[in-house]
Nanobody, 130 residues
Framework: VQLQASGGGLVQSGGSLRLSCAAR????????VAWFRQAPGKEREGVSC????????YYAESVSGRFTISKDIAKNTVYLQINDLEPEDTAVYYC????????????????????????WGQGTLVTVSS
């Protein structure tokens, strides 16, 4: 099982990026995948999540309206489209998957609890200049 995050870079405030999370060893259609981020000096936080099969999407309040999560089944990849970037979005972005059987993520409790996710990508750095 492997998650490969990519697409980060240096971008000016107001710009856009699309992050990719390519999955190997499992199907993204059958498992919940989330994006987290960790800014310098801060704890890692959940940014967005797309549920298995139903494809319901969830967002942190701080990014709602600017971030869009989606998945391409043919490419077995989950994307995070980030628009109107702000310097506060500077962070390492990680994708993570819940491969538990039965699934661990409890959407009625909190999709953003790190303990639900057992596989993590290596992270991709997003730097936003003002």
């Amino acid at each position: 099982v492997q998650l490969q995050a990519s697409g980060g870079g240096l971008v000016q405030s107001g710009g856009s990026l699309r992050l990719s999370c390519a999955a190997r060893g499992f199907n993204v259609e059958d498992h919940t995948v989330a994006w987290f981020r960790q800014a310098p000096g801060k704890e890692r936080e959940g940014v967005s999540c797309i549920s298995r099969r139903t494809r319901r999407t969830y967002y942190a309040e701080s990014v709602s309206g600017r971030f869009t999560i989606s998945k391409d089944i043919a490419k077995n990849t989950v994307y995070l489209q980030i628009n109107d970037l702000e310097p506060e979005d500077t962070a390492v972005y990680y994708c993570a998957a819940d491969l538990g059987s039965p699934p661990r993520v409890s959407f009625s409790v909190s999709w953003s609890s790190e303990s639900w996710y057992d596989y993590w990508g290596q992270g991709t750095l997003v730097t936003v200049s003002s």
